[in-house]
C-alpha cells in the first residue's frame, strides 16, 4: 500500500509564494503519474498539475506561468512551487499519486490535503 502526505501549506498574502511538497511512502510495483489537485469552499475539487516519472509536466490554464511541479524520483518526492499567489488560490491543495500495486492492478491514492490561504 502506497500512501502520500503533504506538507508546507499556509497562509500568505497575495502575491506571495509557496512551496507545497508530497511525498509518497509504502509498497508498489511502480509510482506513476503523481500531482495537485485543489477544493476551494463550496467548489469541487479541480486538478491543478500533474508530472510523470520522465518529468513531463501539465498544467491547468489558471496556474499556467505561476505554479511549478517538480519530481524526485529518487525520494518519491514532488512539489509545487507557487508564485504570484492570488486570493482564488485559497483551497485545500491535496496529492495524489497513480501507483501499479504488486499484483499489477492500478490505484489512485490520495493525500489528507494541505490548506493554502492567500489574503488579499
Known amino acids: 500500500q502506497v500512501r502520500v502526505v503533504e506538507s508546507g501549506g499556509g497562509l500568505v498574502q497575495a502575491g506571495g509564494s509557496l512551496r507545497l511538497s508530497c511525498k509518497a511512502s509504502?509498497?508498489?510495483?511502480?509510482?506513476?503519474?503523481m500531482g495537485w489537485y485543489r477544493q476551494a469552499p463550496g467548489s469541487q475539487r479541480e486538478w491543478v498539475a500533474t508530472?510523470?516519472?520522465?518529468?513531463?509536466?501539465r498544467y491547468a490554464d489558471s496556474v499556467k506561468g505561476r505554479f511549478t511541479i517538480s519530481r524526485d524520483n529518487a525520494k518519491y518526492i514532488i512539489s509545487l512551487d507557487m508564485v504570484s499567489l492570488k486570493p482564488e488560490d485559497t483551497a485545500v491543495y491535496y496529492c495524489?499519486?497513480?501507483?501499479?500495486?504488486?499484483?499489477?492492478?492500478?490505484?489512485?491514492?490520495w493525500g489528507q490535503g494541505t490548506q493554502v490561504t492567500v489574503s488579499s
Open positions: 508530472i510523470n516519472p520522465s518529468g513531463d509536466a
Open positions: 495524489n499519486a497513480q501507483t501499479t500495486d504488486l499484483r499489477r492492478s492500478e490505484k489512485t491514492v
Open positions: 509504502g509498497i508498489a510495483f511502480s509510482i506513476n503519474e
